[in-house]
């Protein structure tokens, strides 16, 4: 899917040091992609660098939701596809773990408020609002804590073909390809000569 195109007039606002209350009053989303060999910390040792092409995609959109008697809350709403290459702990084969996720985050203003929030609210992860939130390595740590701890294929491919499996005859007979003609006119064969006349 394409990322929506931003209309040049808004004011552009930098996904690594974000102001998420801006980004709420401008109204809009913010969306890019970042290529999955740049979050360092969805690499793994041992396991192939993920190729150029392969993309971690974010779309984000904070609003200021009212709330009755008190002043409205910040939230920010995050949208996250990739898909990770690691290697399946049961085949031992590459394995795509694709992964779609979609986390409402909801801006305290100060710690002591986000520790109460986050107690008592389960609507939400509760963070501490800050002026330059770094939208991509959040972005990473959900990724991060939504990839499997032992990854497997849901069902793993079908096991090769075992060589001596391969190499055992047809077991119908009719089935045999060469072409030996004489054999099969045998019989044919055998009346001729006894027609020949002598
Ligand atoms: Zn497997």
Not at 59 to 72: D, S
Not at 138 to 161: G, I, K, T, Y
């Amino acid at each position: 899917m394409p990322a929506p195109s931003r209309p040049s007039g808004a004011k552009a606002l930098n996904p690594q040091r974000l102001d998420v209350s801006a980004l709420a009053d401008r109204g809009d989303g913010l969306a890019g992609q970042r290529p999955l060999v740049e979050c360092t910390r969805l690499l793994e040792p041992g396991e192939p660098l993920p190729p150029p092409e392969a993309l971690l995609h974010w779309k984000a959109l904070a609003e200021h939701r009212p709330v009755r008697g008190g002043a409205p809350e910040l939230w920010l709403h995050l949208a996250l596809h990739t898909t990770v290459q690691r290697t399946c702990q049961r085949c031992l084969q590459p394995v795509a773990l694709s992964l779609a996720l979609e986390r409402d985050f909801l801006f305290a203003p100060t710690e002591a408020q986000a520790e109460a929030w986050d107690a008592e609210r389960d609507d939400a992860d509760v963070l501490v609002l800050t002026k330059s939130l770094n939208l991509l390595e959040l972005a990473e740590d959900e990724v991060l804590l939504a990839l499997p701890l032992v990854p497997r294929h849901e069902a793993c491919p079908q096991p090769l073909v075992a060589p001596a499996e391969q190499a055992a005859p047809s077991a119908d007979p009719s089935a045999d390809p060469s072409p030996e003609e004489p054999k099969r006119d045998h019989p044919f064969a055998i009346l001729a000569q006894l027609k020949r006349p002598h």
